[in-house]
């Protein structure tokens, strides 16, 4: 039984760490781009990146498959000149995982760069710091405390995708059947014991996640 | 060192729009610029420093052009090589104090002060009196210490000046006495010139050789104090400069 978790716990590890990478990357640096700099749409681009939060995640997972499908405009061209396919693929959940969890990571670097005195920025500036030094020495290191409880909060959501993840990258044990997807299989099949060991392991390393960002969120300074 | 400055700047927000047109040459070493709160000097100092970019003018120290809207010329903070030390000090929170006052000698992100710097910064918590609090955090200091590491900070890096945003108004009517003398003491160490923006009278009896008044965002008068006690008008000049700040109040 504990192999039969072990393979999509680890398969849920790996999906939604990588999908917390992407949406740290991505996420960070958009928020720091709207945080920073008023143009025209900026609170429309803010309710696009904040859509997925509310969107149920089968239609994210639709829009997923319309735009990566062999078919679709970025799949299309990924086969016709890569010969590669992210549907049903692991890569193909991480796509999911990081547009659901994407909000997470935006919403709060947004605010935690919002949330640094624009003096000190200043500051740095006169005392000769280049701009990647004023973002690295000052905005970085006011900001990550913010940054990361939104992080942990992201790989949280990501270990629990179902929808989107189901619609891309489909249910296939030992390749994509991540852990939420196997708990659904195992309830399916009466399979009560493996289904209460795999929610058991779910819920420990959700709630340790959860404790883990509460902390960061206390301010310090 | 000649301080020339010529601009103009309009700042706007939804309900209250800000004209600033402020023009005055100065010599000396102590430029105090005084008038009361919303005249403009803050945006001016913040326009020397190159925080805030002029919508037209100039701005010149020395013998180097800072900013000329004409000739296209607008020099980011990095490259003015002048001071500024805010109003509420603006220490970096997440730095203990010698770091705050080591950054401007720290380039690279995560590098590591070389010996010349480090013999620096010693140099300078020991002239600022803050080697106790070397390993302290901004947060845990007192209000002077604040100012010293504020002043140490901007210093090290040897502008050619500094600017005091209302230097010592965050701080208690004992104190600033004290720190008044104090920066006075560091102006004649450091040989820095400075402009210090003020709306107490009293610095600009104890701080000035240049004095420039500001009213709605014009540069009402200027005085060249110095130049006026070396040549032994000093009642008749300090009777002006009186009847100047004043006029600023019974209107203010």
């Known amino acids: 039984m504990i192999g039969q978790a072990l393979v999509p716990l680890l398969l849920t590890l790996k999906v939604a760490g990588c999908a917390t990478l992407l949406t740290l990357v991505v996420g960070v640096a958009l928020a720091f781009v709207l945080a920073r700099h008023a143009f025209w749409g900026r609170e429309v681009l803010d309710a696009l990146c904040t859509l997925p939060l509310v969107m149920p995640p089968t239609v994210l997972g639709y829009y997923l498959i319309v735009l990566i499908g062999r078919r679709g405009w970025i799949g299309g061209w990924l086969y016709d000149n890569l010969g590669v396919s992210l549907i049903f693929t692991w890569q193909g959940a991480v796509l999911a995982s990081a547009v659901v969890a994407f909000p997470l990571v935006f919403k709060s670097a947004r605010a935690a760069f ?39 909060l992201a790989f949280a959501r990501g270990m629990g995708e179902f929808g989107a993840t189901l619609m891309v990258a489909g249910n296939i044990p030992g ?19 493996l289904a209460n060991f795999l929610v058991l392991v779910t819920s420990i390393v959700c709630v340790a996640i959860l404790l883990g960002s509460g902390r960061l969120w206390r301010p310090r300074h | 060192m000649k301080v020339r400055v010529d601009i103009r700047k309009r700042l706007a927000t939804d309900d209250r729009e800000f004209r600033l047109e402020a023009a005055f040459d100065a010599e ?34 020395g013998e180097r052009v800072l900013f000329d809207s004409a000739a296209g010329v607008n020099l980011p903070p990095q490259a003015r090589n002048v001071g500024f030390v805010y109003q509420d000090y603006a220490l970096f929170p997440h730095l203990t104090v010698e770091r705050n006052i080591g950054f401007a000698l720290q380039h690279a992100v995560h590098g590591r002060l070389d010996a010349e710097g480090r013999r620096r910064v010693r140099t300078f918590l020991a002239v600022f009196e803050l080697e106790e609090m070397a390993r302290n955090l901004p947060r845990e200091l007192s209000g002077g210490q604040r100012q010293r590491v504020a002043l140490a900070r901007a210093l090290i890096g040897h502008p050619d000046l500094l600017l005091l945003d209302e230097p010592l108004a965050a701080l208690d009517p004992i104190l600033r006495e004290r720190v008044r003398r104090e920066l006075l003491g560091v102006q004649s160490r450091f040989q820095v010139p400075m402009i210090i923006i003020t709306h107490d009278p009293a610095d600009v009896e104890t701080l000035a050789e240049n004095l420039v008044v500001f009213d709605h965002g014009h540069v009402a008068q200027t005085f060249n104090l110095k130049e006026g006690l070396a040549a032994g008008s000093e009642g008749s000049q300090r009777e002006r400069v009186g009847r100047a700040l004043a006029e600023l109040y019974a209107a203010g």
Request: hydrophobic content about 40%.
């Open chain 1, 114 to 152: 919002e949330g640094v005195d624009r003096q000190l920025e200043g500051a740095a500036r006169t005392l000769g710091a280049s701009e990647p030094g004023v973002f690295f020495r000052i905005t970085l290191p006011l900001a990550w405390r913010g940054i990361l409880a939104g992080t942990m």
């Open chain 1, 175 to 193: 390749r994509t059947q991540t852990l939420s997807l196997a708990v659904y299989d195992a309830v399916e099949a009466g399979r009560d014991d």
């Open chain 2, 28 to 61: 000396h070493d102590r430029i105090v610029v005084f008038g009361p709160s919303g005249s403009g000097k803050s945006v001016t100092l913040q326009c020397i420093a190159g925080l805030l970019t002029p919508d037209a003018g100039r701005i010149e120290i």
